[in-house]
């Protein structure tokens, strides 16, 4: 079985809003389907949809182009939308780049969805008269469309953000759940059900994508609405345990407090890992956490370089790390580091001291990501101040390959050895690897870490390009995704 997918959970909420206003609605997953381009058009061919939605994220978004070529060509009577992160971050570019795309949902796309849907419906779905009449759709707001006077795309203005209390859960029964399998290194107990249940980010990481998408203000659902969430998946899908994919759960200690409580006092039998910032932690809300179940938090550290850490306006110091991961690991939950190499201000020494550091801190695991500046971020604007791209064209970036080079550094290839090397360095420590032992302590525990050793194995045994395959889900964590 093929582990480390992430469930598409903007898809599934979009598509409950769709359901819960009256449209039927199905999702494609085609990783998790086992689907290839062909498979793809013939499931579209088999549903005869009036509405198609992709989502881009910027690491697949020629994958998104791809596709959206092959739909355009075959079900030109299509409407054919694209929304996530990529278009969010480049909005004036998405539709005059992209002719087989008809409009682009920006931000946070329920409203916006659902307001565009009973507009098509008032024209019979029939995309010939709604694209003619394009100028009606200006009162929708997040939406960009073409028209006559700007084929390339016209921004209707920003929209409010959701109340998340307000949402349907998501269609999780549009997918095959059973299927989205984390990594070793990231659940203890199966089955694993995924959850998002806030949006924002107060912080200003110059990499990072969370503000442009939904904002500096984090806003959470009710803890109450959260435990309604976790018994319904418990019930339906047998969760034993969660994996909690926002961008800051630890921002809101008061609200983190109130849900570890009320997951102890209803005694659930849940388990669950989350992303955390580690300024947020505290030995008292670490201790709360780890009575309400948690058992990993990921900390985003990055680099011990104070230099580099300036540039993508972290807003750590390294004294900070080590006492939240203290705090965390005193309290019995396991740390998972998450390290960007190649950085602006970074050389091959810099990079080493934060090898030596993610040492140091002896984490429970260690992530080292290529660092990737994509367009639209703070910290694209400024990276060709600090090394050069090697790849110029964006759809062919991925998370595993290095498309920025330092000015420290030599070339590609010294770069993507100092990430093979912090894999080597960190894993194959005779410590490291006894200590890992000790915590052995049943047959499950013995089969986790057998199935990460096998994971990690070609990181530290092949070359980086040779190894994009086995361990794509390991370093291929995409700048969308929560690295806090």
Known sequence: EERGHLPPLGMIQLAAVALEAGYSCAVIDPLVMNLSKDGVLARIEELQPKVIGINALTPTFGKSVDIAKAIRAKFPDVLLLIGGTKPTLTPNDILADNPYFDMA?????????????????KHNFNRTKIMAASSELAPILGLVYRTKEHPGGTY??????????????????????HKYIPLPIQSKRLPVV??????GCPYNCSFCCTPFTWGRDVRFRSPEKVVEEIKHVMEKY?????????DTFTANK??????????????????????????????ELAATMKKGGCWEIFF?????????????????TPDMVRKAVQYTQDAGIEVRGLFMLGLPKETPETAQRTIDFAKELNVDYAQFTVTTPHKGTDLYAVARQYGMFVEEDEVKWSQNEAVFVPAG????????????????????????????????KNKDDLKQYMDGFRLLLPFVTQSMKGSQRAGKHVIAQPMDAPAN
Not at 194 to 199: C, D, G, L, P, T
Not at 300 to 316: A, C, F, M, P, Y
């Open 105 to 121: 949902i920006i931000g946070e796309g329920e409203a916006t969805l659902v307001e565009l849907l009973a507009h098509f419906k």
């Open 238 to 246: 047998g969760a034993r345990e969660i994996s909690f994919w926002d």
């Open 156 to 177: 209707s203005g920003k929209r409010p953000f959701v109340d998340l209390d307000t949402l349907p859960l998501p269609a999780r029964h549009l997918l095959p759940i």
């Open 194 to 199: 995924h959850m998002m249940v806030s949006r």
């Open 409 to 440: 550094y030599k070339d590609q290839k010294e770069l993507q050895n100092t990430v093979r090397h912090a894999y080597r360095s960190f894993y194959l420590r005779p410590s490291y690897i006894l200590g890992r032992l000790k915590k052995i």
């Open 300 to 316: 985003g550290i990055e680099s011990v370089n104070q230099d580099s850490l300036n540039v993508i306006r972290k807003g750590l």
């Open 254 to 283: 008061e609200w983190l407090t109130k849900l570890c409580n009320l997951i102890h006092d209803q005694k659930l039998d849940i388990i669950w890992s989350c992303f955390g910032r580690v300024n947020n932690m505290t030995p």
